[in-house]
């Protein structure tokens, strides 16, 4: 006997798997300076109009502590990551959060301070600070004062740092309207938040910021 439910239900499970993939795309996004030269180390958000069901952070982000820098000397990280401070040098560290802004008078949206002991052969020493509140972390050392790192915590799990040639990868954005900003640890005015429009794949966004960076005058991680 003929099942005539059967061809119906396969062509709705079809609609439903391709429904399944519109849903999200991977969003590459490229970041110039005023100049038009690629622009390293800008942290890209996207927030989608419609984000759906967000997923917890994953395992800690770490930050070390490693010849007296910060390494990454900047990492973005969603809201609710717990960022582990890791002290890789044979000396102590005191790390702290301090203001940013031009003028140095915008509070970090979480304070912490800690003493870091000495690393000892395989002994690391390593603490965890979770980030609930989005916004800008300055990070310094009261033993270095040359020691400086960023730490931008986004309102969404859409963010990212731009590469050496200014590109940064987003994966599984939804489909829709979304807003991006982007933020550069060497702005002095904040920048333009755009509209964009997220759907099906290989979404590339260009964007420029309203300053051109300074070229980096050290390694920076
Ligand atoms: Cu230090």
Redesign the pocket.
Known sequence: MSHPRLPFLAARSLLLALAVNAQAASVTVVVRGADGQPAPNVVVQLTPAHPGAIKPPAAPVVIA?RD?HFLPYLTAVPLGTTVRFSNQDPFD??LRSEPSGPLGNVPPVTEFEMRLNAASGDKVASADVRFDKAGVIVLG?H??SS?RGYLFVGETPWVAVTDANGVATLADVPDGPADMLSWSPEQLTDQAITHQRIGGAGVIIETALNFTPPKPRRRHG
């Open positions: 502590q007296i560290h005191h050392c033993l270095h020691m």
